[in-house]
């Protein structure tokens, strides 16, 4: 079974970057889709960003122009580079593995807090 494990959480001043990462503890054989999602206080978690490894990226409207979501195969890691920070982008940041066969998996979350 695939496990994301998220790292790159932290606290920053509105306006400083932040590079979360996303480590799979195996390879994936065929077609996914990788994900970035995040949940503020109080709120749903919701999508950020997404890749498949087979397309484009794509981004909610709140990110774009601010983050990048990539994908480096040789380390089996999916990054997500965030600058410009908001502090509505606080909230606890979710890495997604979705496979086209069906499995699911989700990481434990890394808190990035923006501080006004």
């Known amino acids: 079974q695939v496990s994301p494990v998220e790292s790159g959480g932290a606290l920053v001043q509105a306006g400083g970057s932040l590079r979360l990462a996303c480590v799979l503890s195996e390879r994936i054989i065929g077609r996914y889709t990788m994900s970035w999602f995040r949940q503020a206080p109080g709120k749903q978690r919701s999508l950020v960003a997404t890749?498949?490894?087979?397309?484009?990226?794509s981004y909610v409207p709140s990110v774009k122009g601010r983050f990048t979501i990539s994908w480096d195969d040789a380390k089996n890691t999916v990054y997500l580079q965030m600058t410009n920070l908001l502090p509505e982008d606080t909230g606890v940041y979710y890495c997604n593995v979705l496979e086209f066969l069906g499995g699911d998996y989700w990481g434990q979350g890394t808190q990035v807090t923006v501080s006004p």
């Open positions: 890749i498949p490894n087979m397309g484009d990226a």
